[in-house]
């Protein structure tokens, strides 16, 4: 079988991540990489073993010996790479979240929707998270029906990335956009539902209030709660904080209806969790059916070598699978613009509720 060559944009920490990801796929390489910090594009490529570095962003998406591209670039530069690409050529992409920033990039990505021919998948690992498939994958049955869904991310501070460019609102579209999309995205996957309205409170309390980047103090939130109401009629809630990095499981995710409640819990990365605590946590899931009444607790150890891959609990693999299927013609994107662009949007309305002190409709 011929292997599928990718060409990877932008070579910071989460670039890398695919790259070794990509790595264990049967079938798919990294290529060709680029990123304007050159010393970042050659790690990559050497990461990738055979992969070549291209000296321009014009030069990688000329490549007609690359079948698709995936774009890790900083937030603000998505939407025109994914222009620039559409000028010269049209094969599969691999996009990271957030799908934009700006509100008036919303315009911009339907014009491309339209107009873009080959598959587009956004890239929303948290999905494919094993405890949080499972949990898709049982919550009806053990609900009845989702009337109440709480997301709880308990994390760590936002890690350096070159530039610092994830510092700054202006360039990530808020805490809420950049971090928090990967949750409205699964608001809607596990509701099956459409937001009408968005009610939040959040703020910098405690995070990079004593740095100083080239004259400016961060501006990004660190802590907030987030309620949304659907048109099915359930609610969900989002709590997150990013300086309880003490904490066991990083998310934590409870679906109730009128049968009972499932819960996913997901562990950290496990290279930030102490060694003197012994092994990290694994993931686990828990139903708790009303009748007859009873939790039950499975373990769901996830493949060590996918562990070691990234920080995303083996879920960046088992995404990478599903779009090379894509590229390859055989399978349909899970993840689709129309996705990306509705998860934004409820970022945004988080965003503009908890900094003007309004309920936002949707």
Request: overall charge negative.
């Amino acid at each position: 079988m011929t292997s599928k060559r990718y060409g990877l944009i932008g070579c910071g920490m989460m670039g890398q991540e695919h790259v070794r990801n990509v790595a264990l796929l049967d079938g798919a390489e990294i290529a060709r990489t680029y990123d304007p910090v050159s010393d970042l594009s050659t790690s990559a490529a050497s990461l990738a073993g055979t992969a070549t570095t291209a000296a321009s962003f014009d030069e990688i998406i000329r490549d007609e010996t690359l079948d698709a591209f995936v774009i890790v670039s900083p937030n603000h530069l998505h939407v025109s790479q994914l222009q620039q690409i559409a000028r010269h050529r049209q094969v599969p992409i691999l996009v990271e979240k957030p799908l934009y920033t700006d509100p008036v990039d919303a315009t911009e990505i339907e014009a491309f929707a339209k107009s873009y021919a080959a598959p587009i998948w956004v890239a929303m690992e948290y999905r494919y998270m094993p405890p949080v498939a499972a949990l898709i994958e049982r919550v009806e049955a053990v609900t009845g029906g989702i009337r109440m869904l709480t997301i709880r991310e308990h994390r760590f501070p936002f890690l350096p990335k070159v530039g610092n460019w994830n510092r700054f609102n202006g360039n990530t579209g808020g805490t809420l956009v950049e971090k928090c999309c990967h949750f409205f995205d699964l608001m809607r996957l596990v509701l099956k539902a459409e937001p009408v309205r968005v009610m939040a409170s959040g703020g910098q309390d405690v995070n990079h209030l004593s740095e100083d980047i080239d004259g400016r103090t961060p501006d990004v939130w660190d802590n907030s709660y987030v309620i949304v109401d659907f048109d099915s009629g359930a609610r969900a809630m989002l709590e997150l904080c990013m300086f309880a990095e003490g904490s066991r499981f990083q998310e934590e995710i409870m679906a109730v209806g009128a049968a009972g409640k499932i819960e996913a819990r997901v562990p950290g990365p496990g290279r930030f969790w102490p060694a003197t605590l012994g092994d990290p946590p694994v993931s686990e899931l828990v139903t708790s059916p009303r009748s007859p009444m009873g939790p039950v607790r499975e373990l769901l150890p996830i493949n060590p070598d996918l562990l070691a891959a990234g920080d995303h609990n083996g879920s960046t693999f088992y995404q990478h699978q599903r779009f090379l299927d894509v590229v390859r013609g055989k399978g349909d994107v899970e993840v689709t613009l129309a996705d990306g662009a509705a998860a934004v949007a409820m970022g945004l309305a988080a965003q503009k509720s908890a900094t003007e002190g309004v309920v936002v409709s949707m």
